[in-house]
């Protein structure tokens, strides 16, 4: 059991004026001071933003009247607790609540034996008498040794399609509330990328930059964690589909996003909270 929870440290130092890189960094130093390692970058994710925002090399970016998501993921030796916390700098608490009341209601009634469209009609349901709409597109997930989002896909509404939880399954719960349509997109730059297959690359910076990357195995990792001036072989990469981009989630409408997430244990008559 991994017992780090660094997200309460990190939200009490989102403050107005205080700069996203300062955050990320503080919190990913964190992690490694108790012997974790990052899982994927600390995605900072702000406003219409719903996840992989992350800042980038020297960012000078400060936080405003933002409604800011901290999505925290940490491993050891692959194994990975995923955690996302919303601190509210724009005067929506509501918003704020009906994700995190989402989620308790969804820990509250998982168990070995539930359906995951079951656990989607309760997210969908408890968002909705909060007044707003869940993410529909983004969903929970299991989590395997290396591999952040793998199957079953916990998802956020009631679906046609289901998988029975069972007994020792690990995943991810991660309900997304909007004011907005409940849908994000793709919305052009990425920060973090992953290694999606390993093979040889011609030019000489790009054979470099691979061999840093390694070490990351087939978890996300950060642009600035890879210092400066890596954007020449950072594409090179992209074009030989050595490495993918994960680009930043917008809400389709410009909608505020709140987000509440936990990793939890399914057990015979409920679960256990992994991140707390
Ligand atoms: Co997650």
Same mark, same amino acid.
């Not at 001036?229 to 709140?258: C, N, T």
């Given at each position: ?43 900072i994710s702000r406003n219409d933003e719903a996840?992989?925002a ?7 970016t400060?936080f405003g009247k933002d409604m800011v998501k ?16 919303t601190v509210d700098l724009s005067g929506n608490?509501?918003l ?68 029975? $939880?069972? @007994? ?6 991660? *309900? #997304? %509330?909007t004011d907005g349509? +409940?849908?994000i997109? !793709?919305a ?21 930059? $691979?061999? @840093? ?6 978890? *996300? #990792? %950060?642009?600035?964690?890879? +210092?400066?001036?890596? !954007? ?16 930043v989630l917008k809400e389709?409408k410009g909608g505020l996003i709140s987000q ?17």
């Amino acid at each position: 059991m991994l017992c780090l929870s660094p997200e309460m440290d990190a939200a009490r130092k989102v403050v107005e004026g205080e700069s996203l890189l300062t955050v990320a960094e503080f919190t990913e130093n964190l992690i490694r001071e108790k012997g974790g390692e990052p899982a994927f970058p600390v995605n900072i994710s702000r406003n219409d933003e719903a996840a992989h925002a992350t800042p980038s090399f020297n960012d000078k970016t400060v936080f405003g009247k933002d409604m800011v998501k901290l999505d925290i993921g940490v491993h050891i030796d692959g194994y990975i607790a995923d955690t996302a916390v919303t601190v509210d700098l724009s005067g929506n608490p509501k918003l704020v609540e009906a994700a995190q009341v989402a989620l308790e209601n969804a820990l509250k009634f998982i168990h070995a034996g539930v359906n995951t469209s079951e656990i989607g009609g309760v997210v969908e349901d408890t968002i909705g008498s909060f007044g707003f709409k869940p993410i529909i597109n983004l969903t929970g997930h299991g989590l395997e040794q290396y591999i952040q989002h793998a199957p079953p896909t916990i998802p956020n509404k009631r679906m046609p399609h289901s998988v029975v $939880l069972e @007994e020792g399954d690990i995943v991810a719960i991660e *309900p #997304f %509330a909007t004011d907005g349509a +409940g849908k994000i997109h !793709d919305a052009g730059n990425a920060e973090i990328y992953h290694l999606i297959s390993n093979r040889p690359v011609r030019h000489p910076s790009a054979r470099a930059l $691979l061999q @840093e990357i390694e070490k990351y195995k087939t978890l *996300p #990792f %950060a642009k600035r964690w890879l +210092g400066e001036r890596v !954007d020449f072989a950072l594409v090179q990469l992209v074009k030989a589909g050595v490495i993918q981009p994960y680009p930043v989630l917008k809400e389709i409408k410009g909608g505020l996003i709140s987000q509440a997430e936990h990793t939890i244990l399914v057990t015979a008559d409920g679960c256990e909270v992994i991140t707390k």
